[in-house]
């Protein structure tokens, strides 16, 4: 790319790309990042500047970038059928990808409502489950209940259950009855702060607490991530899932389980619940099921949920036109086709402790207070004192994460995520195919700039 190209880019985007989440304001000034290629676990920019991923993009690049058998599957599916709806139709992409996805989730759910992305299948499994109790004769059931500090997307119903109150704040009033329960976050908590396994059984009897509040004939659902993003890379406390599907079946309140980001891989199995053991009702999908070279998403249904929707007459009032899109599905079978060839399951697996072990080494910097994840999905949380008892204040956050470690940090070749929703983190994500090199590579980068960093505050 000449520097001409590059410039007019610069240009273009600053006038008229509306880039999402971001501050446009600050761009008039400074570069936009202009990412033009992607091989593996690298990206290149329009000055020729390498990154690593390690964030795969969004949580999406599972397999890498750059992969030709992806873009030939959707070469060849547009040849053959580019577009034709999933209303009243089926497809083969979209057939063949419903049954291989029910092959591979826990239990029985065998059908699969798909959309084209993550927010679109929170919001269709937020329908879905007030109509099926509309169906089943408990129409009184529409609150739903998810996590403080959650992140469940950007439409109305998904935003409503997000727990990012700045998020929601140029939006509300919210869609009524959406309840927030306090987050399964050990190294933040004051409730049996030096026993996790007591931990887990409180938190989750915060569910069984407001469910009580709400009364409980009045909840539809629970959602919740495996690991929870937002806040850092939050794994369940032991015994978690366990309790909170107990209590949902007590109250007979259905359990979703936001795989947006668990899914395919990201914490070594299939699906974030079979990590965990849970029997979830619905599971919500996107990002990883096509590694991101085409947008997909959708709900993974139990046999129970669908089943009055299979009755005469009956139909699920909701339906996205681009939803399981021929290429789209075809891109995903591609995918998993390399899940498979590749054993990446088995590839996360039996690479994660290198990884967990490889972030430890930062334990060791006075600004490193916990790092946390499973599988590929890793957090490190900055403190201000070691023991984590100091906050930092918005001032600092503001300075430390948007004025010094977003920029430092894709300058020094690394793309991650310095986030503030809850305290001050960086998001770790690398692609599936990482191996000790990429780890070390991200340990380097994040270690001297972390150092740097520490000169500033
Ligand atoms: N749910 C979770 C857990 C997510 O992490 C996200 C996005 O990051 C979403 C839903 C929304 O997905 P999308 O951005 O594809 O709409």
């Not at 989730?105 to 509309?134: C, H, I, M, W």
């Not at 006075?366 to 204040?393: H, T």
Request: proline fraction near 5%; glycine fraction near 10%; aromatic fraction near 10%.
């Amino acid at each position: 790319m000449s520097d001409l190209d590059h410039d007019h880019l610069q240009e273009a985007a600053r006038r008229h790309l509306w880039m999402h989440f971001s501050r446009l304001g600050s761009y008039l000034e400074s570069e936009i990042p202009v990412i033009v290629r992607g091989e593996g676990s690298y990206v290149f920019d329009s000055r020729g500047r390498r990154y690593l991923d390690g964030l795969s993009s969004l949580f999406v690049s599972q397999i890498g970038h750059g992969r030709q058998e992806l873009s030939s599957a959707a070469a060849k599916q547009s040849d053959e059928l580019a577009y034709f709806p999933v209303w009243s139709f089926g497809h083969p992409s979209a057939i063949e990808l419903a049954e291989r996805l029910a092959n591979s989730t826990p239990g029985d759910l065998n059908r699969v409502f798909f959309t084209t992305g993550g927010s679109e299948a929170v919001e269709a499994a937020y329908k879905l489950a007030r109509q099926y109790f509309k169906l089943v004769g408990q129409p009184g059931r529409y609150k739903v209940i998810s996590r403080q500090w959650a992140y469940h997307g950007v439409t109305m119903g998904a935003l409503s259950l997000t727990g990012v109150p700045a998020m929601k704040a140029p939006f509300e009033p919210m869609v009524p009855g959406a309840i927030k329960v306090p987050n399964a976050h050990f190294f933040r908590t004051m409730e049996h702060a030096s026993d996790e396994q007591a931990f887990g059984l409180w938190a989750a009897d915060q569910v069984e607490r407001a469910l009580v509040m709400e009364g409980p004939d009045s909840v539809a659902a629970v959602f919740v991530e495996p690991v929870q993003n937002a806040g850092g890379s939050v794994p369940p406390p032991p015994g978690y899932f366990q309790r909170v599907r107990e209590i949902c079946d007590k109250y007979g309140v259905l359990l979703v389980s936001d795989e947006v980001i668990c899914a395919f891989g990201r914490l070594g199995e299939w699906f974030g619940a079979q990590r965990y053991g849970f029997q979830p009702d619905m599971i919500t999908f996107a990002k990883g099921v096509t590694s991101g070279y085409a947008p997909l998403g959708g709900v993974l249904v139990s046999d129970r949920i669908g089943e009055p929707f299979l009755k005469d007459k009956t139909s699920f009032a909701h339906g996205v036109t681009f939803g399981g899109h021929p290429v789209a599905c075809a891109v995903a079978l591609a995918n998993l086709e390399v899940f498979e060839r590749e054993d990446l399951l088995a590839h996360v697996r039996s690479n994660e402790g290198a990884l967990q072990a490889t972030l430890n080494k930062l334990r060791d910097l006075p600004l490193v207070g916990d790092v946390r994840g499973a599988g590929y999905f890793w957090a490190l949380e900055l403190v201000k004192d070691k023991n984590g008892n100091v906050r930092f204040d918005a001032d600092e956050r503001e300075r430390l994460l948007r004025g010094f470690l977003a920029p430092r940090l894709l300058e020094a070749g690394l793309i991650c995520r310095p986030d503030d929703r809850g305290d001050s983190i960086i998001q770790l994500a690398p692609t599936l195919i990482s191996e000790r090199e990429q780890f070390n590579e991200m340990e380097q980068i994040l270690r001297d700039v972390l150092i740097e960093a520490q000169s500033i505050l």
